[in-house]
C-alpha cells in the first residue's frame, strides 16, 4: 500500500479562510475583530519563527495581534504582571506564551496565571481539564489540530486503537484526551513503556511526539495504519524532520503526515480558531 500524503497546509489553509470570512461577518455586524497577546521572550531562533508564523496567520484571518518581545532576563515576576495586565484588558481575547522559557522562569507558574477564557493554547489546568470531562472549550492546538485534520479527510477514529508515543503535558497527554474523546482505545508510550515497538506494530493509528528522528521505524507499521508525525527536528545539514522513518512508513500506511507541511500548519490554525472561540465567550 503507497500512503496518501496529508496535505496539512492546504487543510490549515481552508480553514484560515473559514474564520476570516466569519470574522468579516461578525465585524460587520459590529463586533471588533478578535484580539492575540503574543508573548515571546529571548531570542530563541525556532520559537520566533514559529511566533513569526502565528503573527502572520493572524493577519491572514483578521485577528489583530499585541506582540510583546521581552529580554530573556526578564523576572518571573515582571512577566506575571504583564500577564495579569492582558487578563484584564478586556480588548485582549487571548494569550499566547511561547514556550521554552528561560529556566528561572517557571513554566507551570506562568500558564496557571493565565485566565483559561483567553488561554488559546489550551494549557491551563482548567481546559485540559474540561477535555478530560469530555466538555472542551479551549483545546490544545497541535492536538486539535490532528484531530481536524482527520475530520476534514472524513476519517473514522471510532473504536480505532490508537498509540501516542510522548507524554508531555502540551502534546502527549492532551492528544490521548482528544483521541480518547473521539472514542479511541488508547495507549500512551513514554520513556519507560515496554516493547514500543509491538504496541506501535498492532496500532491502527500512530501519533508521534518525541523529537527523535526515526524513532518510529517504518517496518514497525502495520498495514494501512494512520500515521501522524508531529515530531519535529532540525538536522546538521539544516533539513526538517519528523519522529518516522517517513519513506518505509509510506509504503505500509493508509495515511501519513509529512515533515515539514503535515501538523504544523494546523497548530497555526487552531490557534486561530481558538482566539476566535475565545472572543465569542460570555
Ligand atoms: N512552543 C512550541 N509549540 C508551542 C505552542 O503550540 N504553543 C506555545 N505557547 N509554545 C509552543
Redesign the pocket.
Known amino acids: 500500500m503507497t500512503a496518501k500524503i496529508i496535505d496539512g497546509k492546504s487543510i490549515a489553509s481552508e480553514l484560515l479562510d473559514n474564520i476570516k470570512e466569519e470574522i468579516i461577518t461578525r465585524t460587520n455586524e459590529g463586533h471588533s475583530s478578535p484580539t492575540l497577546a503574543v508573548i515571546l521572550i529571548g531570542e530563541n531562533p ?2 520566533k519563527i ?1 511566533v513569526g508564523r ?1 503573527i502572520m496567520a493572524c493577519e491572514k484571518t483578521g485577528i489583530r495581534s499585541i506582540s510583546h518581545n521581552l529580554k530573556d532576563d526578564i523576572s518571573e515576576e515582571e512577566l506575571l504582571s504583564i500577564i495579569k495586565e492582558c487578563n484584564q484588558d478586556k480588548d485582549i481575547d487571548g494569550i ?5 522559557l528561560p529556566e528561572h522562569i517557571s513554566e507551570e507558574k506562568i500558564i496557571e496565571a493565565i485566565d483559561p477564557k483567553k488561554d488559546v ?1 489550551g ?1 491551563t489546568p482548567h481546559n485540559i481539564g474540561l477535555l478530560a470531562i469530555k466538555t472542551p472549550i479551549l483545546r ?3 492536538p486539535y489540530g490532528v484531530i481536524k485534520m482527520l475530520n476534514t479527510l472524513n476519517i473514522n477514529l471510532e473504536g480505532l486503537d490508537a498509540v501516542v508515543i510522548g507524554q508531555s503535558n ?2 502527549g497527554r492532551p492528544m490521548f484526551l482528544e483521541l480518547l474523546l473521539a472514542k479511541c482505545t488508547v495507549t500512551i508510550c513514554h520513556s519507560k513503556t515496554k516493547n514500543v515497538q509491538e504496541k506501535i506494530s498492532q496500532a491502527d493509528i500512530v501519533v508521534s511526539a518525541v523529537g527523535v528522528p526515526n524513532f518510529v521505524k517504518g517496518e514497525w507499521i502495520k498495514d494501512g495504519a494512520i500515521i501522524i508525525d508531529i515530531g519535529i527536528t532540525r538536522l546538521d545539514n539544516n533539513k526538517i524532520v519528523g519522529d518516522v522513518e517517513f519513506d518505509i512508513a509510506k509504503e505500509k500506511a493508509a495515511f501519513i503526515t509529512p515533515v515539514p507541511g503535515g501538523v504544523g500548519p494546523m ?1 497555526v490554525a487552531t ?1 486561530m480558531e481558538n482566539t476566535l472561540i475565545a472572543q465569542k465567550l460570555p
Open positions: 525556532a520559537s514559529y502565528k499566547l506564551v511561547q514556550s521554552p493554547d494549557f490544545s492546538c497541535t502540551h502534546v497548530t490557534l
